[in-house]
Each structure stands twice: as structure tokens, then as C-alpha cells.
């Protein structure tokens, strides 16, 4: 039965990855524009590669998640920096505090794609005690960085009374192409990228619930994930 289980497991979780990237998603506008963003519970895939210029942003202003630290060096900061992070963390927590559900986040312009949904959930049903990240973007950025009103993605985690909790934000920094990018807690606001995805985006996440920890707030992947 366990074994039956795991390849369950398996199906469903390579057919939300087919759904995501065999066209459910759809590809950004131009960085600023108006467009709508891909919808997946990991970064948003990208059918085409970045050109040139855009890879060369991405690794001058990003890190590369695969190889930097999960946690920031919160002592590296000052201790300006370190009030500017809490003061972004805690205006953006206040701010999205009205869509810890799904449905409120709709309203509000954040589109989820509801086959992707379903089947994340069936797979996260099968996997119990992991982290199942949904991300969930906004149908029309407006094109501002860091705005703590109007994060570009909300991110989910998918609970085991079948409901998706409100856990964090990923923010982008498409508009600041190409100049550098907002960084106003330092080394604890990082920007990284994914190299094995296409490099189109830098992201930085802020995760809540962590009250006075910085580091986990502004980690690469939450516990778990």
C-alpha cells in the first residue's frame, strides 16, 4: 500500500508540473508593462530564455539560490538596515493581511489557475508533513519594487484541514531594469535567482509568522519547503 501510495504521489506531482509548464501558465509582459504573470507553486516557468542583457543583470544584482546561504547575515547590517527590513516585513504583512484566503486574494487581482490548485492539493494530500508552496501572482503589476501594498506574488502553503494559509510574499524586481534594484535592509534583503529556470527574475520572499527573526523572514526557502 505504501508503495502504491509513493507512485500515486509521483503521478500527481509530475502531472502539476505538466499542467504548469504544458501552457496554464502564462509568460510576463515586458518588465513595467501591464501583463499577467505565470501561475505555479514554484518560480514561474519561462518558455523562452533571457537574452543576454538580462542574464547579465540577473547575476549582477542576484545570487544564485542554489549556492547562497537560506538565511541572510542579519548581524552584517546596520543598525539602520536592519529597522528598514522590519519595516518593510511589517508593512507588508499588514497589508496582505485581508487575503489569507484564496478567495480574497482573487478579488483583490491575484489569479490562481484552478487545475494547478486541484492538483497541488491532491498532492499535497498525498505527501503529509511537507511544505506544498503555492504561488499566486497578480494579474496586472503595476510595475513598482518592493511595494508593500502590491507584491507581485502571494505565497500559499496548503494546510492539513484542506485549507491554503497565507505564509509569505515573493516580490520582483523587474522594474528597477536595469539599474540595481532596492536593497533598503542590505544584506538581509537579497535578490536571487534560479539558474536552472529561465533568468528573467530576480525574486526576494518574506516570509510571516516569525516576528522579531529577520533571517527567517527573509530566507530563501521557509522551513519546510
Not at 537560506?70 to 546596520?78: E, F, H, K
Not at 497589508?95 to 487581482?109: P, S, Y
Not at 508552496?133 to 503595476?142: L, Q
Not at 509569505?168 to 536595469?178: E, K, R, S, T, W
Request: net charge positive; with cysteine.
Amino acid at each position: 500500500m505504501a508503495r502504491r501510495l509513493r507512485i500515486v504521489a509521483v503521478v500527481i506531482g509530475t502531472a502539476v508540473f505538466l499542467v504548469a509548464s504544458a501552457g496554464c501558465m502564462t509568460t510576463p509582459a515586458a518588465p513595467g508593462s501591464p501583463g499577467i504573470r505565470a501561475k505555479t507553486k514554484m518560480w514561474p516557468f519561462k518558455r523562452n530564455p533571457a537574452g543576454p542583457d538580462m542574464r547579465a543583470w540577473v547575476e549582477k544584482y542576484g545570487q544564485n539560490a542554489l549556492q547562497m546561504p537560506n538565511l541572510p547575515d542579519v548581524g552584517a547590517a546596520t543598525p539602520q538596515q536592519r529597522a528598514a527590513a522590519t519595516d518593510l516585513l511589517v508593512r507588508t504583512e499588514a497589508a496582505t493581511a485581508g487575503w489569507v484566503d484564496l478567495a480574497a486574494a482573487e478579488k483583490a487581482g491575484y489569479r490562481q489557475n484552478p487545475a494547478v490548485t486541484r492538483l497541488t492539493e491532491v498532492y499535497a494530500s498525498m505527501v503529509p508533513g511537507k511544505m506544498t508552496m503555492m504561488h499566486v501572482a497578480k494579474d496586472h503589476p503595476g510595475g513598482a519594487v518592493l511595494d508593500p501594498n502590491a507584491p507581485d506574488m502571494l505565497m500559499y502553503d496548503y494546510e492539513s484541514d484542506g485549507a491554503w494559509k497565507l505564509v509569505g510574499v515573493m516580490f520582483l524586481a523587474d522594474g528597477a531594469y536595469p539599474g540595481p534594484p532596492p536593497t533598503p535592509g542590505g544584506p538581509i534583503t537579497r535578490w536571487h535567482y534560479h539558474p536552472r529556470m529561465a533568468m528573467r527574475h530576480l525574486g526576494m520572499h518574506i516570509f510571516f509568522g516569525m516576528g522579531n527573526d529577520l533571517a527567517h523572514a527573509y530566507a530563501v526557502n521557509m522551513d519546510g519547503m
